[in-house]
């Protein structure tokens, strides 16, 4: 398992596989770092892969587009 996150929040994750894909003040540099990331953890066989969700406007739209293709189109809603 693995769980894609932001800088900010990844010490609230407790999973032993976390990647930190970029800050939430560089969107940008999330998308870029996005692709590579999806098929790093595809390479190491990885069968869950868990993502924090983006901000649904600008690039953010892209990002979770991304996501939401590599994910099936599958999501779970966070329980708060």
């Known amino acids: 398992m693995a769980i894609i996150v932001a800088e900010e929040t990844a010490s609230f994750y407790p ?7 970029g800050t939430r003040q560089h969107l940008d540099t999330i998308a ?15 069968q869950y892969i ?7 406007d600008g690039i953010g739209i ?5 996501l939401e ?8 809603k966070a329980e708060r």
């Open 32 to 46: 870029k770092n996005l692709y590579g990331l999806l098929r790093e953890l595809d390479e190491a066989e990885i």
């Open 15 to 21: 999973a032993n596989l976390i990647k930190v894909i």
């Open 69 to 76: 293709k590599a994910a099936g189109f599958r999501r779970i």
């Open 62 to 66: 892209g990002i979770m587009n991304r």
């Open 50 to 56: 868990y993502s924090e969700a983006f901000p649904l």
